[in-house]
């Protein structure tokens, strides 16, 4: 019995100082798995500081992709829609049957406020039909996340070497990440001075945003 117990407790103590494996982190596991996506770029390479993709399969991150390039392209024409109307470019006719004409809209979140209510439900019920008719896979023929060409509109993509196509993708996801930040500058700079182009000004080439409105 005695050697009994010294052999138990030798063997205990002799699994003390064994190696103990390290535990696998979720989180490691994640980032080998996302970390070769398009979009996982230097200097950050795979970077999820809010943990949206944790304990995440395959069909979640491209949930996430998706929903990151629609705001990406939506952010890309804001961006280009705000420049434009700044520098006065405006479509021709009325926005409605009472005389409103598109001249008479100011930009930003003016010209939000001046858009008569017929004119929003308008532009309501398009983004709408976008989102569930247009800006999607309907035919199933896409090749990646995001690609709603459903066999219509092509632009030379299919003639792109497959090292271009993801050169592109990427430098689409980063324009994207680049716009989101950049209308969100302008919509906050111009709800706190009502001047959004402030690096114009630090450029000694200020902008008079809205002037005559």
């Known amino acids: 019995m005695f050697r009994a117990v010294v052999l138990a407790l030798a063997m205990a103590s002799a699994a003390a100082f064994a190696p103990v494996k390290a535990p696998v982190s979720r989180t490691s596991v994640v980032t080998k798995a996302f970390e070769t996506e398009i979009g996982a770029q230097q200097p950050l390479g795979f970077w999820d500081p809010l943990g949206l993709l944790e304990n995440a399969d395959q069909d979640r991150f491209d949930r996430l992709r998706e929903v990151e390039l629609k705001h990406g392209r939506v952010s890309m024409l804001a961006v280009l829609g705000h420049i434009t109307t700044t520098a006065g470019i405006r479509l021709g006719g009325d926005i409605d049957l009472h005389g409103t004409s598109f001249s008479d809209i100011p930009s930003g979140f003016a010209g939000l406020a001046a858009v008569p209510p017929f004119g929003l439900v308008q532009m309501f019920f398009a983004v ?37 196509q993801i050169r592109k993708r990427g430098i689409e996801l980063n324009n994207g990440r680049a716009a989101q930040m950049g209308i969100l500058g302008l919509m906050v700079h111009e709800g706190l001075d009502n001047n959004p182009y402030v690096i114009n000004d630090l450029f000694g080439v200020p902008v008079e945003f809205n002037a005559g409105f």
């Open 128 to 164: 709408g039909a976008l989102e569930l008719f247009v800006m999607k896979d309907i035919t199933g023929e896409a090749e990646f996340v995001g690609d709603f060409r459903n066999g219509y509109i092509d632009f030379g993509w299919d003639t792109l070497s497959e090292e271009d």
